[in-house]
């Protein structure tokens, strides 16, 4: 099941902030209301968020009423610009985005076959991103052995791709394949992506899965009840891995229990020329700190901090997980040394 869709100029998608009580589905006709809808975090997840800023210029070049080329392409710089100011780390968003714009400003062609080209862009970024999760399940499934139990963080799910995700790809082609394999999810404070979304889509697949809070990472790996750890990322830098705020302790705490710790992500999240201090984390409202859902449970006025992202060494990283195949941190390397 797909988790965005395009038909006849109409974008529709799941409110991802009313799971796991309410599966509605939104529909948005222009770029404003899926800029928003990213804002809100309706839409998240690095690829699922590429894909939506993809159909976010196809709904422009839809709807445009420009007469002439030169207006046309001013009209999806436009649209570009509303949707980069979405949410800064995830570098899908940006990556899909450029793709089109460098395509159409580089294609010959009259205006109507530039509006075509457009859409049929962005629905091509889509088809791409449910075979690269393939391809991850089928590679990273070779890393799962019958009986483990597998810890990951947030959603990296279907609900954070066009489909079957790909943390969970990973598990759900081990799954697919017969190997017996238990999941632990963490809750990902402060907006519950694991309790939330990551609970309901493997529940709703039939693969077990137990929910935890944070900050029980460090007990159930010193109590030896997790055998490896598969996270997505929203940017592969040279140096690091940035993925959902919480990722960089379980990856440190892994280290020292030497459980192996797998990044799992298409290459439409690899930012090679950059490296950590180019990222920004965003920085996200202080309600969603001192606030569960509507519910304040802090002193009014408290000082917050609220990143939504933090920054892994590679150093911590035993394989990336693509549709490439699976690199070692060796491979990695060797990756960034070719031109
Ligand atoms: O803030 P979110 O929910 O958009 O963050 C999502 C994550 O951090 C995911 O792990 C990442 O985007 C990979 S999703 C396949």
Not at 104 to 133: C, F, P, R, S, Y
Not at 199 to 211: K, N, Q, S
Not at 244 to 267: D, N, Q, R
């Amino acid at each position: 099941m797909r988790t965005i869709k395009w038909k006849d100029g109409v974008v529709t998608t799941i409110d991802q902030t009313l799971l796991p009580d309410d599966e509605v589905w939104i529909e948005m006709r222009n770029c404003n209301e899926v800029a928003e809808a990213i804002k809100e975090m309706k839409i998240r997840g690095a690829p699922l968020i590429g894909a939506a800023v993809a159909y976010g210029l196809a709904l422009t070049a839809y709807h445009s009423k420009a007469k002439n080329r030169s207006d046309f392409l001013k009209e999806l710089k436009r649209s570009a610009e509303i949707l980069r100011k979405t949410r800064p780390t995830a570098v899908n968003l940006f990556w899909a985005l450029d793709r089109i714009l460098r395509k159409v400003v580089n294609a010959e062609g009259d205006l109507e076959a530039l509006k075509i080209m457009v859409i049929e862009e962005a629905k091509q970024i889509a088809d791409e991103d449910v075979a690269a999760n393939r391809m991850i399940g089928k590679h990273g499934s070779n890393l799962i052995s019958d009986g483990d139990t597998i810890l990951t963080h947030c959603n990296a799910g279907r609900l954070a791709t066009v489909d079957y995700g790909t943390a969970l790809a990973v598990i759900r082609a081990a799954w697919e394949e017969g190997k017996r394999i238990k999941v632990i999810a963490t809750e990902t404070r402060p907006k519950l992506q694991g309790a939330r979304l990551t609970a309901y889509e493997l529940m709703r697949d039939g693969i077990p899965v137990t929910l935890i809070t944070d900050n029980m990472v460090g007990y159930v790996m010193f109590k030896g009840l997790v055998n490896k750890v598969i996270v997505g990322a929203d940017r592969i830098v040279q140096d690091a891995v940035i993925n959902k705020v919480g990722t960089y302790t379980i990856a440190v705490l892994a280290y020292e229990h030497s459980i192996p710790f797998y990044v799992a992500a298409p290459s439409s999240t690899f930012d090679l020329n950059s490296s950590s201090k180019d990222v920004i984390i965003e920085e996200r409202s202080p309600k969603e700190v001192t606030h569960i859902r509507s519910v304040r449970i802090a002193p009014p006025n408290i000082n917050v901090m609220n990143p939504a992202f933090d920054i892994t060494p590679i150093k911590y990283v035993d394989a990336i997980i693509y549709e490439g195949g699976i690199l070692t941190k060796e491979d990695f390397k060797k990756m960034l040394k070719s031109p």
